[in-house]
C-alpha cells in the first residue's frame, strides 16, 4: 500500500514562493505519474500539475503554468510542487496523488493514492 505525506505548506504573502514536497513510501513510486491537486474552501478539488514516472513529461493547470514547476526525484521517492509568484487564490489544501495512468493525467479519477494535503495560505 502506497502511503503519501505531503509538507512545506504555510503563510506566505502575495508574490512569495513556498515548496511543497511528498514523501512516498510503500510502492514503486517510479512507475505512477506524480500529480498535485488542490481544493480551496467552498470549492472542488482541482488539478494543479502532474508530471510523468520518467520526468519525461509535465503538465500544468492554465492557473499553474508559468508561475509552478513540478518535479520528482525517483531515487529519493519524493516529489515537489515549487510555486513562485503567489496569490491570494493559490490559497488552498494540496494534496499529491499518484496514478497508474498515462492519460487524463489532470483528471483525478485516475489517481489511486492520495496524501493528507497541507494548508497553503496566500495573505494579500
Known amino acids: 500500500q502506497v502511503q503519501l505525506v505531503e509538507s512545506g505548506g504555510g503563510l506566505v504573502q502575495a508574490g512569495g514562493s513556498l515548496r511543497l514536497s511528498c514523501a512516498a513510501s510503500?510502492?514503486?513510486?517510479?512507475?505512477?505519474?506524480m500529480g498535485w491537486f488542490r481544493q480551496a474552501p467552498g470549492k472542488e478539488r482541482e488539478f494543479v500539475a502532474a508530471?510523468?514516472?520518467?520526468?519525461?513529461?509535465?503538465y500544468y493547470a492554465v492557473s499553474a503554468k508559468g508561475r509552478f514547476t513540478i518535479s520528482r526525484d525517483n531515487a529519493k521517492n519524493t516529489g515537489h510542487l515549487q510555486m513562485n509568484s503567489l496569490k491570494s487564490e493559490d490559497t488552498a489544501v494540496y494534496y499529491c496523488?499518484?496514478?497508474?495512468?498515462?492519460?487524463?493525467?489532470?483528471?483525478?479519477?485516475?489517481?489511486?493514492?492520495w496524501g493528507q494535503g497541507t494548508q497553503v495560505t496566500v495573505s494579500s
Open positions: 496523488a499518484l496514478s497508474g495512468a498515462r492519460r487524463r493525467l489532470s483528471d483525478q479519477r485516475e489517481y489511486s493514492y
Open positions: 510503500g510502492g514503486t513510486f517510479s512507475s505512477y505519474t
Open positions: 508530471v510523468s514516472p520518467d520526468v519525461g513529461i509535465t
